[in-house]
């Protein structure tokens, strides 16, 4: 059994800043990728970051330059930082941890709100 934890959620203001951290325990098992995905009421989720098992990282054209995804392997816990934060980025962030074998774990999500 994995377990898939997220924190760092909170209301800030346009501009600020949030850490999500994302934490992985359990049965051991091989990670390939770690995943940050969001989604907005009425919007479907999408994927705004991920790290791979080399280290290689994908961003999102829509957080470009902003959140900046990076990885504490003795911790096995994976973080999303956000700057800059708009109005726009208000969405419930969710952790995905899929492993070599295909399975993928979510995280029960954590709530981020930027107010205007």
């Known amino acids: 059994q994995v377990q898939v934890v997220e924190s760092g959620g909170g209301s800030v203001q346009a501009g600020g800043s949030l850490r999500l951290s994302c934490a992985a325990s359990g049965s051991a098992f091989s990670i390939y990728v770690t995943s940050w995905y969001r989604q907005a009421p009425g919007k479907q989720r999408e994927r705004v970051a991920a790290v791979f098992r080399d280290g290689s990282t994908n961003i999102a054209d829509s957080v470009k330059g902003r959140f900046t995804i990076s990885r504490d392997n003795a911790k096995n816990t994976v973080f999303l930082e956000m700057n800059s934060l708009k109005p726009e980025d208000t969405a419930v962030y969710y952790c995905?941890?899929?492993?070599?074998?295909?399975?993928?774990?979510w995280g029960q999500g954590t709530q981020v709100t930027v107010s205007s």
């Open positions: 995905k941890i899929a492993s070599s074998g295909g399975n993928g774990y």
